[in-house]
Each structure stands twice: as C-alpha cells, then as structure tokens.
C-alpha cells in the first residue's frame, strides 16, 4: 500500500484513539496510580490530609479482606450454578426452535427475545414486584399450592436473582446458539438419520458439538457479567436491605468504597484487583472448554 | 409433515435423501410445541403483569389478582406520573433520549471511521489498536468509571451532561462491529475504483462507504442506543442533581423511596417502567432484522 495512503487510513481511526486514550488508558492508568496511595490523616484528623505513597498496600488489604473476597466466592459460586442453568435452558430451546419449521420457529423467536429487549434496571423491578408478599402475584399463587415463599429471606435471595437473570438471559443467549445451529449443514443431519440415528442422538452427538463455540461464547459474557453484576442486588437492596448488604457484590463494595467511605485508594485497588481476577476467570475458562476441543 | 415438506423445499440434497424420519411424528411436534410454549409464557406473563399493574390504583394493585385488570386506571397513573415532582419524569425521560440518541449517532459515526480504517488500511500499529479495541470488553467497568469520575470532577464536567455524551462516543464494542461490517461490504477494487477516479479519501469514505454501510451503521447505532439507555452504573457514578438522571436512575430512586422515606410509589415506579420499555420496543421491532443480525454477528465473528 501506498505510504500516504497508509497514512490516510490511519487518519480515519486517530479521534477514537484520541477518545480511547482519554476515555480508557488514562483512567486506568490513574486508577492504578491512585492504588499506590493512601489518605494520611494527620494529628487527629482535625488538622487535614495528606496522601503518602503505600506501595501495594492496598493490594495485600484488598486481598486479605474477608468482605471483598467473600463477595468474590459468593459471585463465582453463584456464577457455577445460575450460568450452566440458564445455557442449558438456552440450548434446549435452540435445539428446539431447531426442530420446528422456520415459520413457527421466527414466532417463537420473538416473543422469547421480549425479556432481552427490557432494560435492567426495569426487569429488576418487575420481578421485585412480582416477588413482593404485598403486590406480586407469586405469594398468593404459592399459597394455593401449600408453599409459604418469601423471595427476600437470605436462603432465597440469590435464586431469586438468578431467576430474574435467566428470564432476562436466556432469549439472547438462545438466538446465539441458534443461529450457530443454522449454521449446521443440513446434509450432516440426513446422513446421520440415513445412518439410522434419532433425533434426540442427532441433538446430542451432531448439533450440541457444532454449537460448543457458541456455547463458550456466551459462557465467556456470561461470566464477564456476573462477576460485575451489580444493578440486580443494587435494586434488591432498595426493597431488603437486611438481606442484600452493602458489601454483597465486588463492585458494591468498590461503590461503597469510592462513594460512601470516600476511599478512592482502596476502591481503586479492589478495582484493578477485580480486574485481574475477571481475566483469570475468562482465560481459565477459555484454556478449560477450548482443551476438549482440539 | 409440513417440517419435512418445509425442509425439502429448500435444498435439493435433502429432496433426493431424506425418507420420512421415524420420530418426527405429529406427537413428537406436539412435544416441541409445548416447550416452546412453556418458555412463552415464563418470557411474557411478568412483562403482561406489568401492562396489567399500570392499569390499577393502589388498592387494585394490593387487593385485586396480579394477572387480571380490575378498574381502568391508566390514565389518571399518567397523569400522576408526568405531574409528580414538577414533571420530573418527563426530564429524565427527555435525558434518556439526549444521552441514547447524541451519544450513539456520535459514537456510531467515530466507530464507522475507525472500523474502515481497521479494516481497509494496512498502516503500522493497526494490530496494536485492534488488540486494544479487543481487550478493552474485559475491563470492568468499575476499573473505568470511579477514575473517570475522578477525572471528570477535575474539569469540571461531573453533573452535567457532557459526563454521559462523553463517554458514549468511545465504544470499541461499536468499533468492532463496523471493522466485521467493512469488511463483509466494502471491496477493495470500489476504493481503487473510486481512487482512479480521482476521489478524495473523505469524499470516499463520505459518500460511498457510509452510504454503503447504511444496514452495519443502523445495527451500530442501535446496540449502542440500547445500551446507553440501559445503562446504569454510569450514571449512577457521575450525575449527582435530579435534573440531569436517566429514567432508570429515577426510577431506582423512586424504588428505594418506600424504605428511605416511607413514600410508597410503587404505582408509580410501574407506570413508569412500562413506559421506560416502551422506545425500546418501538426501536426492536421497527429495526428488527438490523439488529437480529447485528447480535449474532457481532458474537460470532
């Protein structure tokens, strides 16, 4: 390529480099930096503040920290469990819109993408409601089958989430796999049938392998998401604070660091911390279902 | 069966092959259908209650059955909602817009540009701003949020809307998907084409690729809007005053009031969030075959 073409084509990417720059690098190159310090009150704290270099300090506090790391295991447990549910329900529906014709299928299609297309925010507060003992339909409707539910008591918050997070989920997830499915040549299937092969076996032994990609794929997002998760038990904390704590998610605890205690040192060392863990997280988890494969 | 007659059509190979699978039988459809309408109804009915809550007053929405209507009381809940507070509601609702709409076409246009670029130029560091573009979906957002906030209180910006419009017109995720759209619909022999002929790089990049990148563009801009309207933390973050909140932080406020104040406005946060839902679904439907193409692509290329 021409040399000033080259640098032609260059031009075209420079503002969002710049932005990139502002926007991306520099505060994580500031968070970084604001990790390395800490507040210094001096006298009795009357005579103001002084910020002294710490080191990794903050690192060792936020690693020894039995609130931010509980609130690590208690998101990954959570992620074990809600995650393989949810791509389990998304796969099986795939397979089924799989099955049925394409006409059908599209129907189906949308009206499990309505979920996916509410904002958050608003799903949380749909099902806070339909979980609430006052408005919501689900205490009466327990009743009349002898259970006595309670969706905020501490046993059944994190069901409860992850309730409102494979409802939200699952539509996105599923036209994900689908259309990895769609990929499928179709001969692959005929000459399985041919072959003398079910259905249910063709799902199993063809189709599911065909769509592992996909499958790590959303279980990659997925991951990503939960260890931020963060709105969810933000809006469960409006209804029952007793239960959801102000330290229940990692990032409500960097929140709750930067905003209420003022500390911007810690929260911007959690911060990086939660950073790191989350790239463990998705390179174990890419290195464990990419192993299998090759 | 019409699966396999349906099927048939569509590929020759299949016509010539395919005997009429033993398990595919009308029971067996049945059992399909039935799931699939199982998942119907677990999707629909808590988006139905909310349709059928915004229609009751309070002692219809305590007392009466969660998912049937009894009384219609939609509109006086409108009203209530555009008065209450001064019309807050319809401030947050006109910032929703302002942050969605400005900061996705801006970001939509910058991640248009940088996309070409990526795409149809082979200069030095394009690996390196490639990578970055790639990377960055792993930062969380707390990591990038608190210093900017930190930052933007430096000059000044905290609290206005500039700390929202900002912030959207750097989207790698937007970028990423313009470099797979380029590369799925400009050729290169139309930019040599176009050079021939003696058009500039802009005028080229103004009025061919653009033009031609009008279905990747709108998938672009309406991921991007969808996002920016969802978003939570951000805004959370840095915008303190009343005036300047999306309607998802009003309404996470309002959701919070019952406890902090003893307000109850339920039938308001619900009125409110069915509203909140309702630009969303206008803009999925009226876009639906750019964005059901944007979401695949974009996670499987």
Known sequence: MIRSLRWKGAAFTVPFQLGFVFLYLLPIGYAVYQSLFRVQQSGLGLGGSTEEFAGLDNYQQGLTDSAFMGSVLRVVLFACVQIPVMLLISLVLALLLDAVTSRVASRFRILLLVPYMIPGVVAAIVWLNLYSPDVGPLTPLGKIFGFDWNFFAPSMVWPSIGNLLTWHGIGYNMVIIYSALQGVPRELFEAARLDGASERRIALSVKIPFVRGALVLTGMLSIIQMLQIFNEPALFRNVTPQTVSDSFTPIMIIYNQAFNAGNYHYAAALSVLLALILGVASFLFYRFTSKEAD | ?301
């Open chain 2, 1 to 301: 069966m019409t699966l396999t007659e349906d099927r048939a059509k569509s590929s020759q190979v299949r016509r010539l092959s395919a005997p009429d699978p033993v398990s595919r039988t009308r029971g067996s459809q049945r059992f399909l259908l039935v799931g699939l309408s199982l998942a119907s109804v677990y999707s629909l009915f808590p988006v139905w209650w909310l349709i059928v809550a915004a229609t009751k007053d309070r002692t219809g929405l305590y007392q009466s059955n969660g998912l049937w209507f009894s009384g219609w009381h939609l509109w006086d809940n409108l009203r209530q909602l555009f008065t209450y507070e001064d019309g807050i509601f319809l401030r947050w609702t006109a910032n929703s817009f302002l942050y969605a709409g400005v900061g996705s076409l801006g970001g939509t246009l910058l991640a248009l540009a940088t996309g070409y670029g990526l795409a149809r130029f082979d200069f030095p560091g394009r690996n390196v701003v490639f990578a970055a573009v790639v990377g960055s979906f792993l930062i969380p957002i707390a990591l990038l949020t608190l210093p900017l906030y930190l930052l933007f209180s430096d000059i000044g910006l905290v609290d206005t809307p500039w700390a929202m419009l900002i912030p959207c017109l750097i989207n790698p995720f937007s970028v990423y998907l313009a470099k797979v759209y380029t590369e799925a619909t400009i050729p290169f022999e139309l930019l040599e084409a176009a050079r021939i002929d003696g058009a500039g790089e802009l005028r080229i990049f103004f009025s061919i690729v653009l033009r031609m990148m009008t279905t990747g563009g709108a998938t672009v801009f309406l991921l991007a809007f969808v996002n920016t309207w969802n978003a939570f933390f951000l805004p959370l973050t840095v915008l303190r005053g009343e005036e300047n909140w999306t309607l998802n932080l009003g309404l996470y406020n309002w959701s919070g009031k019952r406890l902090e104040s003893g307000v109850d406005l339920t039938s308001l946060v619900l009125t409110g969030a069915l509203l909140s839902i309702v630009p969303m679904a206008i803009m999925m439907v009226a876009m639906r075959r750019y964005w059901r193409s944007g979401v695949t692509m974009g996670a499987l290329k």
